[in-house]
């Protein structure tokens, strides 16, 4: 295990094609509803080469995923990020295919229904970009495409705006959206910009800390352990699909963008919106391996 935040570890839980199980940090909390973990940090779920991460949940399904793309050509791995000493996947300017994915097909994890859920991210993002999606839920792990296309079922975008955006530049958006009739859609811009933006150069930022619960009809947006926004959905959001998978790092694949960042990790409980202090103790035991 590569972190080099404070791991003490708790009861190790069963991981799918390990021996043992993985001990998770002790830091981590909920971790009955964690049902995705996957981390670049940790020689267990990444070990530096080939396509295949390792979902570290301890889940009874656990994720498959894979990194799309072609090494050094769509995307590269990184043994010491500058920013934090420690292994990052990441895509640079002109590298627009490379993206992380789950590939599970039929899966609940994603299934959240009506139930509260958390998304949680590692990302370094860069200045000089216009937006660059971290996660999204609505392609299908059948066979890539956009299920909901139709605006049949609710899903979700996150992503870090950039100084060529035209408006909201520096800000996190989260963006979920269900058409189910009529229309609706909730928008969560962060009031506050990401840590190490730049509105006057283009370059690295620092690693961001960002978190999506929802509870009820109430969605909250933190960014580096502070709540930066609150909305709350006018209907039920019933995240119902039948073939939900999270793709991560995915920004432009269908239109050639060429906004990039640094991947580290990303957790999904489903059943639980951590609260605030959940988010905080996860924030301190993991800022000192990502610079902070």
């Given amino acids: ?142 066979n890539n495409g956009n299920r909901q296309s139709d605006d049949s079922k609710p899903y979700i975008y996150m992503y870090f705006i950039g100084r060529d955006a035209s408006s909201n530049e520096g800000k996190v958006r989260a963006y979920i959206r269900h058409w189910p009739s009529g229309s609706e859609s909730i928008n969560l811009y962060s009031s506050h910009q990401w840590s190490g933006y730049s509105h006057s150069s283009d370059q690295w930022g620092n690693w961001n800390h960002i978190v999506l619960t929802r509870s009820g009809s109430t969605f909250k947006l933190y960014v580096n352990s502070n709540l930066r926004e609150t909305d709350t959905s006018t209907g039920t959001m019933d995240f119902d699909g039948d073939d939900y998978c999270a793709n991560f790092m995915d920004d432009g694949r269908s239109t050639g963008q060429g906004d990039f960042g640094r991947f580290g990790a990303a957790r999904i409980y489903k059943g639980t919106a951590l609260s605030s202090s959940d988010i905080l103790a996860h924030w301190d035991g993991e800022k000192a391996a990502y610079g902070h």
Wanted: charged share 15%; hydrophobic share 30%.
């Fill in 1 to 142: 295990m590569r972190l080099s935040a404070t791991s003490t570890s708790v009861t190790s839980k069963s991981v799918a094609g390990s021996s043992g199980g993985v001990a998770l940090p002790a830091y981590l909390t909920n971790t009955d509803d964690l049902v995705y973990y996957i981390d670049m940090h940790n020689s267990a779920s990444y070990s530096g080469s080939g396509t295949a991460i390792t979902d570290l949940s301890g889940a009874s399904e656990n994720y498959a995923t894979t990194i799309e793309g072609t090494l050094d050509t769509d995307w590269y791995y990184l043994n010491s990020d500058a920013a934090s000493s420690n292994p990052a996947w990441g895509r640079e300017d002109g590298q627009d295919d490379g993206y992380i994915r789950t590939t599970n097909t039929g899966s609940s994890n994603l299934k959240f229904g009506t139930s509260s859920f958390t998304v949680e991210m590692w990302v370094r993002p860069y200045s000089g970009t216009n937006f660059y999606t971290v996660v999204n839920s609505n392609w299908d792990a059948n």
